[in-house]
Structures are given as structure tokens and as C-alpha cells.
């Protein structure tokens, strides 16, 4: 029988994307709601017209989250002897990829846009640490899950700041969404169980 440990990465995942799908930001008159991965695209939007580094600083920590939902899931589920489990977990970090990369169309001139290479660097690069994850030494990633978490609610926090700030500049109230809150309280938890996992 699967046990409650086994199925915890799934469940803890399951609730971080559903939170991390839900809007962060609104408008009550205006019929603005806005999750993460759409505020991320208006930021880059206002980086690209605007010429704007924070605007782009601001786009890549909202979508810093899938990142660490991949690599926080790839170090949950490291440890499996059953094949199938083990190709499902991969499955679902190959997902989590995906969901990062630009659309496939724009995959041709990533170089040539800031932020087409952006999700495409934070996709490679959850690829390539769930990989140094499965076949890396196990005390190169004993820490790595709170730290991600730690650095993953850090960016989510200042996102939230700043996205407000980006429309208040525009004239725009909007109020507190609550995608956003709910995501750095489903890290916090994972962070302070993760911490009992590796000091215990």
C-alpha cells in the first residue's frame, strides 16, 4: 500500500500549482485578475518598452516558483526502488519543465529575446539539477530543498511588493491576491518540514 510519505511530494506539489495558479493580484471594477504566470508576461512586457532591469528582476521571480516546485519534488522523490513510481516521478518533473519553456514558437529566437531566454534558462536549469539530484551525492542535496524554499519564498514576497508597486505607478489599486500568500505558506511549511528532515 502506498504510504502517506510516498504520496505526500504529489500532494504538497498539487497544492503548490494550484496556489501558484490562483490570482495574486486584482481589480475589483476593473476585471483584473492576474496569477503569477500572467503578471510574469506583463512585467516582461514593461522590461521590453520600458527598457527596464527590475521590471525583468521582477518577471524572473515570479517565475522562480516552478523551479523550486520541480527541484523541492525532484529531492522529495530521490529515494525510490519501484521503477514505475521512479518514471512517474520524472514524468512529472519533465512536466514541470515544459510548463516553464516559451512557446514553441519563440523557442527559435531565444537568444534574440530577453525573455524567451529567461524561461528557457529556468527551465534548463531545473532539468539540470533534477538530473545532479537522482545521480548526485546524496549530501550535495541534503540542504539543497531548504534552500531553494527559503530562496523561493524570499523572490515570492518581493514579487508580490512589487507587482502592486508596478501598478500603483500606473495609476492602477489593485489588492492583494491571494495566489500569492497562499504559495509563500505552502513553501513555509515544506521549509520547516524539509529543515526537521535534514537536521533530524
Known amino acids: 500500500m502506498t504510504s502517506y510519505r510516498s504520496l505526500w511530494p504529489y500532494i504538497w506539489l498539487i ?28 512585467h516582461s512586457v514593461l522590461a521590453s518598452s520600458q527598457n527596464s532591469l527590475l521590471a525583468f528582476i521582477v518577471s524572473l521571480c515570479l517565475r522562480l516558483p516552478l523551479l523550486v516546485m520541480g527541484i523541492v519534488f525532484a529531492v522529495q522523490t530521490r529515494h525510490t526502488d519501484n521503477t ?6 520524472w514524468f512529472v518533473v ?18 534574440s529575446d530577453a525573455n524567451n531566454a529567461q524561461q528557457t534558462a529556468l527551465a534548463s536549469l531545473t532539468l539540470l539539477l533534477a538530473i ?8 550535495a542535496t541534503r540542504w539543497l530543498s ?8 524570499a523572490t515570492s514576497i518581493f514579487a508580490l511588493t512589487q507587482t502592486i508597486a508596478s501598478f500603483g505607478n500606473l ?9 500569492g500568500v497562499l504559495l509563500i505558506l505552502v513553501f513555509i511549511l515544506e521549509l520547516v518540514l524539509s529543515w526537521r528532515r535534514v537536521t533530524s
Open 94 to 111: 519533465l512536466l514541470l519543465v515544459i510548463a516553464q519553456l516559451p512557446p514553441l514558437t519563440a523557442l527559435f529566437n531565444i537568444f
Open 84 to 89: 514505475m513510481l521512479g518514471l512517474l516521478n
Open 132 to 139: 545532479g539530484i537522482n545521480w548526485g551525492p546524496v549530501k
Open 146 to 153: 531548504p534552500l531553494v524554499l527559503g530562496i523561493g519564498i
Open 171 to 179: 495609476g492602477i489599486t489593485v489588492q492583494l491576491g491571494g495566489g
Open 15 to 42: 497544492a503548490a500549482l494550484v496556489v501558484y495558479s490562483l490570482p495574486w493580484q486584482w481589480h475589483p471594477t476593473a476585471a483584473l485578475t492576474l496569477n503569477a504566470y500572467d503578471l510574469a508576461e506583463w
